[in-house]
């Protein structure tokens, strides 16, 4: 079975502008989480969505949002980005919202310079 | 809110032998699951091991066991016959049993293995 797939896997933007990032998860999965990785912060959730609804969301400014689709594939999107949105994107999927092991995508690398 | 702690930012250990890696965490829940990540310069995040809070009994998977004690609040990981390949950053990671897929990591520890 195919892993989480995330898109792109490099990304550069400048300030201002805005980008979006996709996630595949395994097949048959149904809940995708987002995770943002920095050396400052460490690891933190961003949001959970299951079947097209969002679960939960983490503390981040609403440029941040996301969505997922009816076949679970998901995309997050940051508007107007700042150089402190530099950072490793994780995305990771379980078969649903309850007790199951998520797993994770190898990340898309976002640099804005 | 849950808050995990990893006190070992950088750990060594020879090749073959045992080392442990500690976490404490805090929960005002009694429902709750464990986990241990690893990731390798590839930044590709690998599950280690999981524990449900609810089992006495401490999970194991190969070389790898976990220390897990629920009055302390501390979850350790106990890599046996350490190998090259086991070099990593190592995240412990909390997830409540109420509030879906949320994990809160820890800062991770690196894990730098000896030959």
């Known amino acids: 079975k195919a892993g989480v797939t995330q898109t792109p896997r490099y990304l550069i933007k400048t300030r201002g502008q805005q980008v979006t990032l996709s996630c595949s998860p395994i097949s048959g999965h149904r809940s995708v989480s987002w995770y943002q990785q920095t050396p400052g912060q460490g690891l933190q959730f961003l949001f959970e969505?299951?079947?097209?609804?969002?679960?939960n969301k983490g503390n981040f400014p609403g440029r941040f949002s996301g969505r997922q689709f009816s076949n679970s594939r998901s995309e997050m999107n940051v508007s107007t980005l700042e150089l402190g949105d530099s950072a490793l994107y994780l995305c990771?999927?379980?078969?649903?919202?309850?007790?199951?092991?998520?797993?994770f995508g190898p990340g898309t690398r976002l640099t804005v310079l | 809110a849950q808050t995990v702690t990893q006190s070992q930012p950088e750990m060594s250990v020879q090749e073959a032998e045992t080392v442990t890696l500690s976490c404490t965490y805090d929960?005002?829940?009694?429902?709750?699951?464990l986990f241990w990540y690893k990731q390798p310069p590839s930044r590709q995040m690998i599950l280690v091991i999981r524990q449900e809070a609810y089992k006495q009994q401490n999970a194991t998977e190969n070389r790898f066991s976990v220390n897990f004690q629920k009055a302390a609040k501390s979850f350790s990981l106990k890599i046996s016959d350490s190998q090259l390949g086991d070099a990593a950053m190592y995240f412990c990671?909390?997830?409540?049993?109420?509030?879906?897929?949320?994990?809160?990591f820890g800062a991770g520890t690196i894990l730098r293995v000896k030959s």
């Open positions: 969505y299951f079947s097209e609804t969002q679960r």
């Open positions: 990771a999927s379980s078969l649903g919202p309850v007790i199951d092991t998520q797993y």
């Open positions: 929960t005002s829940e009694s429902d709750y699951y």
């Open positions: 990671a909390y997830r409540s049993a109420e509030y879906g897929n949320k994990l809160v």
